[in-house]
């Protein structure tokens, strides 16, 4: 009896601490509308750098994008600078890393 009473205790203190970093984790990510200004593709061609003109403040926001998929846009010119953009993006440092970046009018 008493080891079940301790599995279980476990399970409830990972099960806690599970929320507690995701709670967390979350509160890095960011959302954001707005245009392309300025668009760099790697020599590699594995990563981008896009700046992005917040439509709301008016802000550049410099993001790094390295999914395959968008990349593949960059290069096929589906995606150019001017472009409306709505983005979520990862705080880490000094670095935005993209986690969604796609057309408001749809790709």
Known sequence: MKKLVTIIMLVAAMFA???A????AS????KMV??????ELAADGKSATAV?????????V??????????DKFKDKRI????????????SGDTNTSKMF?????C
């Open 17 to 19: 601490s599970t929320l």
């Open 21 to 24: 970093f995701v709670q967390s």
């Open 27 to 30: 509160a890095e990510e960011f």
């Open 34 to 39: 707005g245009t392309i200004t300025k668009l």
């Open 52 to 60: 992005l003109k917040d439509s709301k403040t008016e802000a550049l």
């Open 62 to 71: 410099t993001i790094t994008v390295t999914d395959d998929l968008t990349l």
């Open 80 to 91: 150019v600078e001017g472009d409306e953009i709505r983005t979520k993006y990862e705080k």
């Open 102 to 106: 796609k057309k408001t009018a749809g």
